[in-house]
């Protein structure tokens, strides 16, 4: 909560980030791993959340085989607005409880990533929405897992993953399979009986913020001189 007060007041920008949120267009700052500690450093701590949540999250054979080789951070100026406005909508309607995000991991082919980040996401009512595989289990909107060995089956032998702010509000819980329905009246995202995945059905409740690279473990972690990771 402490950390999420600090992002929202600007106390984590990185430096350029101010600027970036002035422009038209979307900007990508690359965070690459440190050896070195730099107290209160705005990159540093950028990069090792998102490390973090994939790390923390990861489960079966992926937790000893995958290495996060680098991390982007993503700020596409209307996106940011758009979700900004509608948190504080929802902050107002639902409380300030269930007005903050939660990280979801979100699985695509490599070539729309950049796409949704300069536009941000689709979701069902906008044009050209479509489902990647079916009409959705538990309904027709935008999925997101906690946990990245989730979102991994649906990247299709890709080394990228989405790690978005979603603001899930109000959530129904489904009991059973719910094929391809709308959004359950009174309620603002559905989520799966097994609760590892989240349903979205408004594009402005999702940010994309990083884009999170990986690569097979093969050998012992180690920095290289510079201060990255091998």
Known sequence: EHL???????????DGEEEALKKTETT???????RAY?????????????ESQFYRLVTGDSANLIRVTKVEYVVSPKVVKRFKEYQSKLKKERGETLSYPVLGF???DEKNIK?????????????????????GYYGAGVYFSEYPSYSMGYIRGGSKLMLCQVLAGKVYECKTLIMGA????GYDSHMSPCKKELVIFNSA?????????????????????AG???
């Open 28 to 34: 990508y700052f690359p965070l690459m791993p440190e």
């Open 182 to 185: 709308s959004l359950v009246k």
């Open 106 to 108: 979100h699985g695509t």
């Open 228 to 230: 990255s990771k091998k």
């Open 115 to 135: 796409l949704i980040c300069e536009l941000g996401f689709k979701t069902p009512g906008d044009s050209g929405f479509h489902h990647k595989t079916d009409t």
């Open 38 to 50: 730099k107290e209160g450093s705005a990159s540093q701590i950028h990069f090792r959340l998102a």
């Open 205 to 225: 409740a999702i940010l994309p913020c990083y884009i999170i690279y990986f690569t097979n473990a093969k050998a012992a972690f180690s920095y290289d001189m």
């Open 4 to 14: 999420q007060k600090q992002m929202t007041s600007g106390l984590l920008m990185l």
